[in-house]
Each structure stands twice: as structure tokens, then as C-alpha cells.
């Protein structure tokens, strides 16, 4: 078993682990067990992204734009080249940034991300990569697109404040003009814009009541019939388009740009499936695995493309369930430290290792 190698992707627990520290637990399980650790920092687009990336970047700078309650955040960018950046729009207009107490998609906005995209151009950049994960906001990308130009106005004309709310008082909204980047917008959701697998889905762990939730989706139903003549119901209906609030849908038709599952994208950059081969199984953790794990999440792809390749699969979650069969599962027990982390991972590996 000393010899065998163990491909290990690690990903951020939510609010409990980053992700470089879920994979010094794993690593050291991986060890205990008698195996060799392969360690991929792993990411769908939502937390952890640039720590994903952080060994291919080539420099970072550091940027002041509007929060998600239009006070100044700074917000991170990793450049992949000179002229190829990434980032998070959870930096920008993430849950993480508004206190508790004041959460509510209702009054969030994305103009930070237009903010950023705009200097990262001046900067440089001709194509920007936005991860879509853990945002606090379900504005469908129209504040982002004030930064373009877009204004949006209310039945007397006036210009409608910077919020998710102000969706619904739409009346007509001016033309801005296309950022002067290419946008990627990396997904970790496969969910349309509208209907009742839309952004709707996301809206309670954004702070909104199901009462908000109905008269934000009014909104994005105003935004899109609005725009109905330039082609937006086609694009709303896109996989990723309800991602981070709609922004998904923003960044097709505010930015011009493409939508990609995030967790392919990061996998691919890592050479994942080159790594699979010769391995003698593949371990990924999560804090939370459910059905939409398997739906644009990285363990989802993960466990898809290691079945693929006949790759044994063990996963590690405290909470699990609609494991796909044949996987090995530890899980149970509460919140990990890293230490439990640690221990679930060699009791996986000596099971997996040790299966027919």
C-alpha cells in the first residue's frame, strides 16, 4: 500500500475549513493510511476558487468597488497572464460580507462586479473569469451592468436604486454598452433564471422570506420581459443563468459573454484526468452532499468523471446522503476539526484500498 497513490481534491468547508486546510487533513490521513497523497485544491466557482488557481497565477492585485450593500469592499484578483484574470464574485457581493442581521437579496446589488471587471480591463485584462458561488444578491446581473452603462428606470422615469428589489418596479431600462473583456462566468448551479428551478431555489439562504422571494422573482420576470426583443428569455433559460442570483444571466446579456460549470473548468486546469490515471483511488470531501451535489458541484464531477475511469471514489462529508452506490462514504459525527478530517480520511483510504 506504501506505494499506492491516493488523488485527493480538496474543497473549502463552508465556514468551518479552507480549502488549503482540508487538504493538509486529507494529506495526513492519506499518509497514516500507508498511501501517497496526490493533492488537486479543488473549486466549483464558488469558495476557494483563487486558492484553486493560486499555483498557476502569475500575480494578484487588490481593488476597491461597491459591496453588496454599496459600501466599499476590497476585493482580490489572480491574473492567469497579463491579460487573463479570475475572480470571485463572492468577494465582491458575497454572503460573507453582509452582517446576519441584514441580509436580504431585496436590498444587495452586483455593481461591484462591473466596477472590477472594468478596472481589471484598464489594467489590462481582455478576458475575465467570474466564479459565481456564495453570492448575497438576486439583482440578475443588473447591477453589474450599471457599471456598463444599463440604467435602470421606474414608471415616472426615474432611475431605480442599485437592489433586487427595484426589479420589480421596472418600467424601462436605458442601453449601456458591452464591457471591453471577454466574460466567463464559472458556475457552480445549473439552474435557469426563472420558474421554480430558477434563482428561486437559492433565495432562503440568501436571507429572503418566501414572501421576498416571490416579489424578487416578479423582478427577474420584469428584467427578462423587458429585454424580451434582444434575446433574453432564450438566455434566461440557459443552464447557469440563476447562478449567484442571476448574475449568470447578467453576464450572457449585460456582458456578451459564456457561462462554463466551474468545477470542469478548475479540474481541467489542475489536469485532472491526466493525474487519474495510475491512481489507486480518488478521495474528495465535502461539508455537505446531498442530490444537488451531483448537479454542477465539484464532487459531483469529480465522482462522475473517477466512475468513468474505474477509479475506486471514497468521499468524506459530515453530511451525506444520496451517495451514488459504490462509493466509499465516511461521514456522521457533526462538524469536522481537522483532526476528525484527518482520521475519516485514513479509515476511507484503508477501506477503499482494502476492497475487492
Not at 488549503?20 to 485544491?41: H, K, N, Q, T, Y
Not at 466564479?131 to 435602470?152: E, I, K, N
Not at 448551479?189 to 416571490?214: C, F, H, I, M, R
Request: net charge negative; charged share 25%.
Amino acid at each position: 500500500m506504501a506505494t499506492e497513490r491516493v488523488l485527493v481534491v480538496a474543497q473549502a468547508f463552508k465556514e468551518t475549513l479552507s480549502a488549503a486546510e482540508v487538504a493538509s487533513a486529507i494529506a495526513a490521513g492519506v499518509e497514516d493510511a500507508g498511501a501517497r497523497p496526490d493533492v488537486i485544491l479543488g473549486s466549483d466557482g464558488g469558495d476557494g476558487l483563487l486558492e484553486a488557481v493560486a499555483p498557476r497565477l502569475v500575480k494578484t492585485t487588490r481593488h476597491a468597488v461597491s459591496g453588496p450593500l454599496g459600501d466599499p469592499v476590497e476585493a482580490v484578483a489572480g491574473w492567469l497572464s497579463e491579460d487573463e484574470a479570475v475572480v470571485e464574485s463572492r468577494l465582491v457581493c458575497g454572503l460573507s460580507l453582509v452582517p446576519p442581521g441584514r441580509r436580504n437579496p431585496r436590498r444587495t446589488t452586483t455593481r461591484g462586479v462591473g466596477e472590477l471587471v472594468l478596472e481589471l480591463s484598464r489594467l489590462g485584462a481582455r478576458r475575465v473569469l467570474i466564479g459565481l458561488g456564495g453570492s448575497a444578491t438576486m439583482d440578475g446581473g443588473l447591477g453589474m451592468a450599471r457599471a456598463f452603462g444599463w440604467v435602470p428606470r421606474g414608471v415616472s422615469g426615474e432611475v431605480l436604486p442599485d437592489c433586487g428589489d427595484s426589479l420589480a418596479e421596472l418600467e424601462a431600462i436605458d442601453g449601456g454598452e458591452k464591457p471591453p473583456v471577454s466574460l466567463t462566468g464559472l458556475v457552480d448551479v445549473l439552474n435557469p433564471l426563472l420558474g421554480a428551478e430558477g434563482a428561486a431555489v437559492y433565495a432562503s439562504q440568501k436571507g429572503a422570506s418566501a414572501e421576498d422571494t416571490v416579489r424578487l422573482m416578479k423582478g427577474l420576470e420584469r428584467l427578462v420581459a423587458l429585454l424580451a426583443d434582444r434575446g433574453a428569455r432564450e438566455l434566461a433559460e440557459r443552464p447557469g443563468a440563476g447562478a449567484a442570483g442571476g448574475l449568470g444571466f447578467g453576464i450572457l446579456f449585460f456582458g456578451s459573454g459564456e457561462l462554463q460549470p466551474g468545477a470542469r473548468w478548475v479540474l481541467d486546469l489542475a489536469r485532472f484526468d491526466e493525474r487519474l490515471k495510475g491512481a489507486a483511488m480518488v478521495l474528495v470531501a465535502e461539508g455537505a452532499f446531498d442530490r444537488t451535489s451531483l448537479y454542477g458541484k465539484l464532487t459531483g464531477e469529480v465522482i462522475g468523471r473517477a466512475r468513468c475511469a474505474g477509479v475506486p471514489m471514497a468521499l468524506l462529508a459530515p453530511r451525506a446522503e444520496f451517495v451514488p452506490e459504490g462509493v466509499v462514504v465516511e461521514s456522521g459525527g457533526g462538524r469536522w476539526d481537522g483532526q476528525e478530517l484527518r482520521r475519516r480520511a485514513a479509515a476511507a483510504v484503508s477501506r477503499g484500498l482494502s476492497s475487492p
